[in-house]
C-alpha cells in the first residue's frame, strides 16, 4: 500500500518569514494531494491540493509543489502570519477505484509573533 | 448548508460499555469515512465506505463495526470499549477517493 512520510513534525518560524513542509510516497500510481490545516482543538481543513497533470498550483500566500519522478510534494507557506499555527497533514490518493487516501503524520508549525 | 455533523461532541465510557457515533453529510457526497486521531500518530483509517450500500475496513478496524444507513449517515459503533479506544474520531466525506475530504467537528471519547 501506499506510504506517506512527513517532514519535519515540527517547524518554527519568525512572522513573516517563509515556511515548507515536505511529504513523500511510495506509490508511482498516485495522482492526487490535498494538504489539510488544523487549528488546536478544530477539525481538518482542505487549504490546497494539486494533481499529478499540474507541476505547482498557488493560491495567495501558499502554494504547493510536484516531484512526480522523485516522489515528492511540498507545501510552501509565505510570509506568515501568527493565524497560520496549526498542524498541517499532507495525504497521497489515486482516482478511481476505492483507493483510500493515505496520511502523513503532521507538522505542527508555530509561527512566532 | 452545515457540512458534516457528528454526535455526540464529547462521551466517556466504562470499560466493556458500547456506544454509536453518529455521522450525516449534506453535500451528497458518494464516500464517508471514520478516522480516529491520536497524539504523533496523524489520521488513521477505521473503516470506509467508498458509496452507499459498501463499507470497507481501513488501518485500524479492531474493535469497532460501522453502518452506512443510507447516502446521508455513516455510523461508528464499539460494542465494548477499551481504554486503547480512548482518542478523537472523525467523519469525514468526499465526493470520491481523489476529492479533498470535509470533516466533521470530531467527538472526543474517553474509555476509563
Known amino acids: 500500500g501506499e506510504n506517506v512520510e512527513q517532514h519535519p513534525s515540527t517547524l518554527s518560524v519568525q512572522e513573516g518569514d517563509s515556511a515548507v513542509i515536505k511529504c513523500t510516497y511510495s506509490d508511482s500510481a498516485s495522482n492526487y494531494f490535498p494538504w489539510y490545516k488544523q487549528e488546536l482543538g478544530k477539525r481538518p481543513q482542505l487549504i490546497i491540493d494539486?494533481?499529478?497533470?499540474?507541476g505547482e498550483k498557488k493560491d495567495q500566500r501558499i502554494a504547493v509543489t510536484l516531484n512526480k519522478t522523485a516522489k515528492h510534494f511540498s507545501l510552501h507557506i509565505t510570509e506568515t502570519q501568527p493565524e497560520d499555527s496549526a498542524v498541517y497533514f499532507c495525504a497521497a490518493s489515486q482516482a478511481g477505484g476505492s483507493y483510500i487516501p493515505t496520511f502523513g503524520r503532521g507538522t505542527s508549525l508555530i509561527v512566532h509573533p | 448548508n452545515a457540512g458534516v455533523t457528528q454526535t455526540p461532541k464529547f462521551q466517556v465510557l466504562k470499560t466493556g460499555q458500547s456506544m454509536t457515533l453518529q455521522c450525516a453529510q449534506d453535500?451528497?457526497?458518494?464516500?464517508m469515512y471514520w478516522y480516529r486521531q491520536d497524539p504523533g500518530m496523524g489520521l488513521r483509517l477505521i473503516y470506509y465506505s467508498a458509496s452507499e450500500g459498501t463499507t470497507d475496513k481501513g488501518e485500524v478496524p479492531n474493535g469497532y463495526n460501522v453502518s452506512r444507513l443510507n447516502k446521508r449517515e455513516f455510523s461508528l459503533r464499539l460494542e465494548s470499549a477499551a481504554p486503547s479506544q480512548t482518542s478523537v474520531y472523525f467523519c469525514a466525506s468526499s465526493e470520491a477517493a481523489d476529492s479533498g475530504y470535509t470533516f466533521g467537528s470530531g467527538t472526543r471519547l474517553t474509555v476509563v
Open positions: 453535500m451528497n457526497h458518494n464516500s
Open positions: 494539486i494533481r499529478s497533470n499540474v
